[in-house]
């Protein structure tokens, strides 16, 4: 999608600088990409606590047992 927006040139000079990207559009879709990446894993963190497993969880043996009986 094309946008036209204004950026602060020295920000995305810095971020440049930082990343090692060339240019503008990489700077701005990494900076997208990592943004979403933050909130997905906050949403994650928000669920510590309210997971309960069953002490004897093993998911080892829970993978053999599924992949016994795919054979």
Same mark, same amino acid.
Do not use: P
């Given at each position: 999608?094309?946008t036209?927006? &204004?950026? #602060? #040139? @020295?920000l995305?000079?810095?971020?440049?600088?930082?990343?090692?990207?060339? =240019?503008?559009? &990489?700077?701005?879709? @990494?900076?997208?990409? /990592?943004?979403?990446q933050?909130?997905?894993?906050?949403?994650?963190?928000?669920?510590?606590?309210?997971?309960?497993? =069953?002490?004897?969880?093993?998911?080892?043996?829970?993978r053999k /047992?599924?992949?016994? #009986? =795919?054979?």
């Open positions: 999608m094309r036209n927006i &204004e950026i #602060d #040139d @020295k995305i000079q810095q971020a440049k600088k930082i990343s090692g990207l060339k =240019t503008k559009k &990489e700077v701005v879709n @990494k900076a997208l990409r /990592e943004f979403v933050k909130h997905n894993r906050k949403n994650l963190a928000e669920l510590k606590g309210k997971i309960a497993f =069953t002490k004897n969880y093993d998911h080892r043996a829970l /047992e599924k992949s016994d #009986d =795919t054979c």
